[in-house]
């Protein structure tokens, strides 16, 4: 009979999914025959399990197992006539010798069965013989024609009897045993494929056949069974004793610290399998499943080469996938169960995540990158080290599963098993879409796609119109060999020249060519209309063109236009605690500004590289100074940060260190005596330099620098440490130390305190 074998795929942190399990025992074994087509979904027998399997259905059975062909030749049973539904197969086996009548010539196909007469038939079928090594506790009660066949199958494992250890011969058979005996059968003894059907025909029928229940054989007899055998007062549990364990599986995260390359660490999850059972286990195998609607049993049979024996009670499953386990209890019974475990990242993917949140454009960045050969019209594919990554594949763009699903592991292994695997850099001659694949130790997958439009046999060209002065836009005109479908032009103020790469590149910060940039960015380009566009910000331009063929074709060019520019004037110290900030801008004389804003406590990235935050706070756009509050309690690598924008979009910014504290801070204290005030200074001898200056009316603190400038002339170099006053008014101090840093501080002096 040819076999044919259910082949289907299907997608799906760590989540539990629930053990496979069956409605009835003998599910398992009725789904397998289904599948083998021995028998259909809508049979009877499968619908009705434990009702006791009768004659007919019997001879059925065995019939279509050993795929037998009646040819013809009249009716060997008086009860069972042309137009009866089990004729064919009856006459079929009869006619192999299967099955035999009564004495009165009726076969009784609607009659129950016992169990001797289904093992004697079926053993006859397949010819299987026993032996006194295989014995029951009631073996003198089965009839001398079944015995070799019931002891043959308790030999192959088939027939293993009822828990106190009988096979009880004479009671009836249920529709689920046959089944299950057919199913082991078929797999130990069916036909292969290119087997020749066998067809049975009159003329090779036995001259005699065995006469009784189907029982007798080889000329033996027994005395036709008239009546149903009673069932047992008690009923035994079904035989052989498949799934009726008590074998469950649970799953837990587990976590495993691992060590990168260059001594970083990770923390990796995996899950942890268990096996629970409320009887003692005795022995317990699992095996990854490889098909996604595969009967359990069977997968395990067609897999159990690949099965390992589970040490102690749970497993470490570092692998997404289908656990199928096979669980044998001290008493015997077999429980086949699975569980899927997905959610595992691979080592790539934590190696990429380490120490920092990367986004899924920087972590494609890390992993792949484009260097295009304009010269020899190719492209290098490079990757920067992976750690824990075994194998990789580049190729062309396919379907892939769902990287959730548990069979994600399993598609890729198909996808790749025929695949060269390759070493990088790779080079590509052909514009497409493509994907590397990885895989690391434990099996894992990860995938990058990435898309090659690098066509280097194209004319296209940016050139921008000359210009007076850069204070002025420019007009950039694109020019080619033939009329492109599309050109779109996008912006970059980042470098789109090869820099000096590190050893591992930061790609969020480097872009090697315009290729590259435009492909994480493509979406902000804008579409030309006709062949010019206007370039009002300084930086980089993309030019892509799209020809009515699909070719991609880019060029790049750089436009300087000037700058709003922005610099601090001062940063003084207006206390302890406070520093002022005054700057000033000047911008492009033909694009007015349209934003300020600025940072407290700004820090330049690690490696000299800077992009503006974009967490500024924003400022009037006359305003012409900030306090920064709390400066004593920042690092002294804060600084402060002040950003400029015009119209044009073209932005500046400055950033000094308003945190170096002075070396000493200047205190004035005020002194009476004798109708004489003075003003003591402390500290004069800390500074290089400290000037006053008295003017009339009250000075706020944080207008003191500005009050103190607009009064410079009149300022004079304090000489003493001791000030006479004379006059009423705000006295306002100025100092700086020998590392430049200034401080004020003022102190009124009021109309009662000096006549």
Known sequence: MKKMIA?????????????????????????????????????????????PATRGDLARIVALLKDLTYAGGGQSFSDVEANHPYYTYCEAAAAAGYIAGYADGTFRPESTVTRQDAFSIFGRAYQIAGDDSQTFTDIEEVDAYARDSITGMKKLGIVSGYPDGSVQPRAEITNGEIMTIAYFLEQQFGQKEDDPVPVVSPSTAPTSKPSGGGGGGGGSY??????????????????????????????AKREETLTLEGGYEVTMPYAE???????????AQWVMMTEENDNLIQAFSRLKAQAQTLEGSSLIAKKNGRYLFKVQDVNGALTYTAIDVTGIPSEMEQDIAVGEESSDEEMTEFVLRLEPNVQDKVTQLTSAPLYGCSKRWVMKKADLAQA??????????????????CQMPVTLKDNGDYV????????????????????????LKAEAAPRTDEQQAAEVTVSYDQQPAEIRVLYSDEALEAPELPAIPDPSKTYPNEWQYYQKHGEDSVLVEGNTFE????????????????TEMMTKLKVSVTRPAVKVDSMIWLNEQDVKVTFSVTPNENAAITRLAWKPDFQLPAGGFFLLPKDLEELAL???????????????????????????????????????????????????????VSLSIENVSAFSEVKWVRVDGAVEEADAPDVFEASAEAAQTLSDSTLPVTQNGTYLFWAKDEAGIEQITTIRIDENSVD
């Open 7 to 51: 082949l289907a795929l299907s997608a799906a942190m760590l989540t539990t999914a629930p053990a496979v399990g069956f409605a009835h025992w003998s599910d398992s074994y009725s789904d397998g025959l289904v599948q083998q087509k021995v028998i259909t979904a809508e049979d009877a027998m499968l619908k009705n399990p434990d009702t």
């Open 404 to 421: 959730d699903s548990v069979w994600y592991n399993r598609d890729l292994d198909q996808l790749v098993k025929d695949q060269e695997e």
């Open 535 to 550: 370039a009002k910000k300084d930086g980089w331009y993309c030019v892509y063109a799209k020809a009515e063929d699909g």
């Open 436 to 459: 590397v694949i990885y895989q690391d130790r434990n099996g894992n997958f990860m995938v990058k796609e990435f898309a090659l439009r690098m066509a280097y046999d194209m004319n």
């Open 273 to 283: 399998i268990t096996v629970i059972s409320a009887v003692p286990v005795k022995q």
């Open 622 to 676: 006359d305003q012409t100074s900030v306090i920064v509050k709390d400066a004593a309690s920042m690092t002294r690598d804060a600084k402060v940060l002040i950003a400029v924008e015009d119209e044009w979009g073209n932005a500046s910014y400055c950033a000094e260190n308003s945190y170096a504290k002075p070396s000493a801070f200047l205190s004035v204290g005020k002194q009476e005596q004798e109708g004489a």
């Open 222 to 251: 027994r005395p036709p069974v008239t009546t149903p055998t009673p069932k047992p007062s008690t009923s035994p549990s079904p035989s052989p004793a498949i799934n009726t364990g008590s074998a469950k599986l649970s799953q």
